[in-house]
């Protein structure tokens, strides 16, 4: 482990006197993100489709959880998920949109071994939340479909509720031990990160000690808090689409799949840039497309979840018509006055 560390160093530092000193360094306790490779020309033009897409991205995000939270007719436990995932979303991509604007003007960002670790657990616990609330809003949707005569005996608001809170407490729980074993671990070299954010592949290549044990840790909760809600998303669809399509009724089959398509559409998104990342061969694979898939996952999906669920669901838009009637009316009042 010390050859190979020195060997590392060696590599990095070619000049003698760092050699010679290399015990001194010790541990790396700054990296730099090296972000994207971006000519000048363009720089301006990404960093306001980045602004914008991170405004819409928020403020889509809040009127939902604001609606959800304020409108009754809109207290079921379907709407109570979604207000979380909608919460879960809005912390999402604040942990890494102003980097990326950052990174984008600015071409490098440095960060201390602390900041990364804190991006890193608020990252994957976020993701590892929604991962969550997706499988459970799936079995919502099941029990709304194939049990729909015993559903409101079966789930109500306070079970969401309980189920949500479970949600958020697994994905930063489990996500603690992985962070705490990687902020162990020794960095002795080199300090440049190729990407706009501090993801566990990029940091773990950089560490110089035994990190066996933390991959294979990764790699089992990857099965329990990525692959198993997965599955249960699949086998509820399962369920579902024998439902829906045993209706003889064309017109009562679409209705029935409307209830639950917006949400297939969001998992579709969210799981496949998701797989994309982490489960396809990472040799062979260039940084720039990995980038550009993390960007589809930490961006556009986020971006999407207001969008869809806003132009699909009659509920939500019904609530948004009589909300800004009634601040219109309150508005046109004071005016009068």
């Known amino acids: 482990m010390e050859l190979w560390c020195n060997q590392k160093s060696l590599h990095s530092f070619p000049d003698s006197k760092h050699v010679i000193n290399m015990d001194n360094q010790s541990t790396l306790t700054e990296f730099i993100l090296l972000g994207f490779n971006v000519s000048q020309n363009y720089k301006n033009l990404i960093f306001v489709i980045f602004l914008i897409t991170y405004v819409i991205t ?3 995000n809040i009127l939902i959880f604001g609606l959800v939270c304020s409108s009754n007719s809109l207290h079921t436990p379907m709407y109570v998920l979604l207000c979380n995932l909608s919460l879960s979303e809005i912390f999402f991509t604040t942990t890494t949109a102003p980097n990326m604007m950052h990174l984008v003007l600015n071409d490098i960002k440095k960060m201390s071994l602390a900041g990364c670790l804190i991006q890193l657990y608020l990252f994957a616990s976020l993701a590892t939340t929604d ?21 409101n005996s079966l789930i109500d ?3 969401c509720i309980k189920m949500a809170i479970w949600c958020w407490a697994a994905g930063f729980g489990f996500m603690f031990t992985l962070v705490v074993r990687v902020g162990n671990l020794r960095f002795c070299g080199p300090k440049y990160i190729d990407h706009f954010m501090c993801d566990f592949s990029p940091i773990i290549t950089l560490s110089c000690s035994d990190t066996s044990t933390v991959q294979i840790q990764s790699f089992i909760l990857t099965v329990i808090v990525v692959l198993l809600p997965f599955m249960i998303i699949i086998v509820s669809y ?18 029935v799949f409307s209830t639950c398509s ?19 061969p990472s040799k062979g694979q260039s940084t720039n497309v990995n980038k550009i898939f993390s960007l589809l996952y930490t961006v556009v999906t986020p971006l999407f979840n207001p969008i869809i669920y806003g132009l699909r669901s009659k509920e ?5 018509i009589i909300t800004l009637s009634k601040c ?10």
Do not use: E, P, W
Not at 133 to 146: E, F, G, H, P, T
Not at 238 to 255: A, C, D, E, N, P
């Open 262 to 280: 917006s949400h297939l559409m969001v998992v579709s998104m969210y799981y496949g840039t998701l797989l994309a990342i982490y489960l396809a």
């Open 316 to 320: 939500i838009q019904q609530t948004l």
């Open 328 to 337: 219109y009316s309150l508005f046109y009042k004071r005016s009068l006055k």
């Open 58 to 60: 928020v403020t889509g």
């Open 131 to 151: 991962c969550l609330l997706l499988a459970v809003m799936s079995y919502d949707r099941y029990l709304a479909i194939c049990n729909s005569l015993r559903y």
């Open 238 to 255: 399962m369920f579902i689409l024998g439902t829906i399509f045993s209706i003889s009724s064309v017109i009562r089959r679409q209705k």
């Open 157 to 159: 608001i306070s079970l």
